[in-house]
């Protein structure tokens, strides 16, 4: 399968099997568009005929080309080599590894779009984890992941800084067992910023591998969906915060993340708005169910589509600005069975709740139909654990014939459950951004190493 | 070539061969936690 498209400027063809990308000229470009494999040893006449903008033996120069790329294994690649089976069982032994630690479900804000329902996951009851519970889940974590060495645990919520002694004492004790249990833990934190002072700054700055600070741009934009529980704007206390946080990061990862809805579909304003704050930048589509007001609709895709192409021509000037979503590393990115089965919700991703019950993952709390167990009673439905272990780009019927499959890997469960009833069946408007957001991607990895300027988009 | 610049090789085949240790970064918790994407993870073996 080849994919083949046109962004910023640039003429590109994937070869989706192989992982190849190729940068092409317009005739050539066009040519390939009507090839079908397997190739003929010259240019055929019936397909010179249809592009009689270009003159025959440029067109046959360029098929001499294309033909070249066929024989090295880089266009029209079958997915042969890739042992199905196999992959298949890798994914039934999956091993728990990573774990989203609810440490909290109260919050100090009131974000309009929150799936979380503001902090309670609908339950109208606010808590935080207690230690033991917190305890718990790292023995689970340590338990059912085998002979993995690296973990995380992202410590999340609700707003976890609402609990930052559960999660002081949850550190000390992972550190405490690492080394007689083989493991690397990493820490993770999402917070909103509100509780952040010079000592939890110190604190996360210190312990936490990544922080993923919520943000969501414009200071408008922000205050709009993102309130306090009085209802006032919450940026001017937040933005402050971070900035400290951010230039006593060092080396360590964090990103300033924002969540895009229907009310503000400009979000490339929000993604500048935040790049000015720190360099590392995600925005993101909101996930809701169809009704939802703030829920991006099929109609919005031409609109939403525009805007990351937008964006990507203000990326293409900005390099100093590292946007999530635009990241794509061709070369050396995650192997194709790391491609094969997507996030590991429910199997090697969970979430715990502040009452030790296991979900899939975070989007999943609350809905009782996916609970998998609990940390309290050592309980761990393996059959439900297994059905989302068993999805793969092969099994979701739409993945299989996508030119992204390798590059998204299955998409979200969670989100295909709350739009389609059905954690396999993708959800249309997130594929298509996801489609989007590549393409944009790799066009400005070409530009970036200097490809696909004038010498490839003449006109031959 | 005249027509065609190369941006990136048969990578993704050349994976199959060493892939699938399970010790990289689970996408879902580096930056999104609403919208999948894998192919911006880096490789464990890589770092």
Redo the contacts between chains.
């Keep these: 399968m080849v994919h083949t498209f046109q962004a910023l400027g640039v003429n590109i063809a994937v070869d989706v099997n192989s992982g190849a990308v190729h940068v092409l000229d317009e005739l050539t470009y066009h040519l390939l568009e009507q090839v079908e494999p397997p190739m003929a040893e010259h240019c055929p006449a019936e397909i010179a005929a249809r592009l009689p903008q270009y003159a025959p033996e440029s067109l046959e120069e360029a098929w001499q080309e294309l033909r070249g790329l066929a024989e090295e294994g880089l266009l029209f690649e079958e997915d042969d080599y890739i042992d199905r089976e196999k992959a298949a069982s890798m994914q039934q032994q999956a091993l728990v590894k990573a774990l989203c630690l609810h440490v909290s479900h109260d919050c100090n804000l009131r974000c309009k779009y929150c799936f979380a329902g503001t902090g309670d996951f609908g339950t109208g009851h606010r808590m935080t984890m207690d230690f033991e519970t917190a305890k718990k889940a790292i023995d689970f974590v340590v338990e059912k992941s085998g002979k993995r060495r690296n973990i995380e645990v992202d410590f999340f919520g609700g707003e976890p800084l609402m609990a930052m002694d559960t999660v002081k004492k949850t550190v000390e004790y992972a550190r405490s067992i690492e080394k007689e249990h083989g493991k690397c833990f990493r820490f993770t934190i999402t917070t909103n910023g509100v509780l952040l002072n010079d000592e939890n700054i110190a604190y996360i700055n210190r312990e936490m591998s990544n922080a993923v600070l919520s943000l969501d741009g414009r200071k408008e934009v922000n205050d709009d969906l993102r309130p306090t529980v009085n209802g006032k704007g919450s940026y001017d206390v937040i933005v402050p915060k971070f900035q400290k946080l951010i230039a006593g990061r060092g080396t360590k990862d964090y990103y300033l993340r924002g969540t895009f809805t229907r009310f503000h579909k400009d979000f490339a304003e929000d993604v500048k708005a935040l790049a000015a704050i720190g360099r590392n930048v995600s925005v993101e589509p909101v996930v809701g169910k169809r009704e939802d007001p703030y829920a991006l609709q099929e109609e919005d895709l031409p609109e939403l589509k525009a805007e990351y192409e937008r964006l990507a021509e203000y990326l293409k000037d900005h390099p100093e600005t590292n946007f999530f979503h635009f990241n794509v590393d061709l070369a050396q990115g995650p192997c194709v069975i790391k491609r094969l089965r997507g996030c590991g919700a429910g199997c090697e991703y969970v979430a715990i709740t502040p009452e030790g019950d296991i979900y899939p993952c975070h989007q999943f709390v609350g809905n009782e139909a996916y609970k998998l167990g609990s940390v309290q009673d050592g309980t761990f439905n393996a059959e439900l654990s297994h059905r989302f272990a068993a999805l793969n780009i092969y099994t979701r019927e739409e993945c299989a014939h996508c030119w992204a499959r390798f590059y998204c890997s299955g998409g979200c469960s969670a989100s295909n459950l709350l739009v389609n009833g059905n954690i396999e069946r993708p959800h249309k408007v997130g594929c298509e951004l996801e489609r989007k957001r590549l393409e944009c991607a790799i066009a400005l990895r070409a530009l970036a190493a200097g490809l696909g300027g004038e010498e490839t988009s003449a006109k031959a | 070539?005249?027509?065609?610049?190369?941006?990136?090789?048969?990578?993704?085949?050349k994976?199959?061969a060493?892939?699938?240790c399970?010790?990289?970064?689970?996408?879902?918790?580096?930056?999104?936690?609403?919208?999948?994407?894998?192919?911006?993870?880096?490789?464990?073996n890589?770092r």
């Design positions: 070539m005249k027509h065609i610049k190369t941006l990136n090789g048969a990578t993704l085949k994976s199959a060493h892939g699938g399970g010790e990289c970064q689970t996408s879902c918790q580096s930056a999104c936690k609403t919208s999948c994407t894998v192919a911006n993870q880096k490789c464990e890589d």
